[in-house]
T-cell receptor
């Protein structure tokens, strides 16, 4: 069975600092991987996705993630945090050919301090 | 396009009551899913559908029923509400892998349910 582990339920950074949110997955074959963002009292919005093309994936709002098969990781980064990045971030995995079933991590709440 | 819509936005139920959460999408997606979100638990899959007339259970199906009579609609029924079903419910839809290389799910705004 597939699973996702997000290290750190809360991450706090200063405005302008590097953002690093960690995600490790467990899957017998390379899956599809996603990062979603959820702002307070809203639904989930796709940040970026890995579907077996380039291993370095660029998303919206300056975020990017790198798929590392050897480390079974898909960490999310942003060089310089902005106050508007404060939100909860979810890493998710789906089997190839199975986009109807996402398995989510437990989420990481990002706080950006002025 | 309206995307994925959910009604109601908020609902309070008493233990034992039944209700239906509505979900509709206008993107002609084959796949639709229901998740619940609880603090510290992420989102967990309740039921999903790969097309009209085809549904299956996810990780946490107990206490919920679904049906899919049309491509557009995927209602979630709570048969006899329990306090443990207090949660935020999200509906999502996506293209099938045969129809598109898009793969991601599109989420509705959610329904916040409280069972007292």
């Amino acid at each position: 069975a597939q699973s996702v582990t997000q290290l750190g339920s809360h991450v706090s950074v200063s405005e302008g600092a590097l953002v690093l949110l960690r995600c490790n997955y467990s899957s017998s074959v390379p899956p599809y991987l996603f990062w979603y963002v959820q702002y307070p009292n809203q639904g989930l919005q796709l940040l970026l996705k890995y579907t077996s093309a380039a291993t370095l994936v660029k998303g919206i709002n300056g975020f990017e993630a790198e798929f590392k098969k050897s480390e079974t990781s898909f960490h999310l980064t942003k060089p310089s945090a902005h106050m508007s990045d404060a939100a909860e971030y979810f890493c998710a995995v789906s089997p190839r050919g199975g986009s109807e079933k996402l398995v989510f991590g437990k989420g990481t709440k990002l706080t950006v301090n002025p | 396009n309206a995307g994925v819509t959910q009604t109601p936005k908020f609902q309070v139920l008493k233990t034992g009551q039944s209700m239906t959460l509505q979900c509709a999408q206008d993107m002609n997606h084959e796949y639709m899913s229901w998740y619940r979100q609880d603090p510290g638990m992420g989102l967990r899959l309740i039921h999903y559908s790969v097309g009209a007339g085809i549904t299956d259970q996810g990780e946490v199906p107990n206490g919920y029923n679904v049906s899919r009579s049309t491509t557009e609609d995927f209602p979630l029924r709570l048969l006899s509400a329990a306090p443990s079903q207090t949660s935020v419910y999200f509906c999502a839809s996506s293209y099938s892998h045969r129809a598109s290389s898009s793969y991601e799910q599109y989420f509705g705004p959610g329904t916040r349910l409280t069972v007292t």
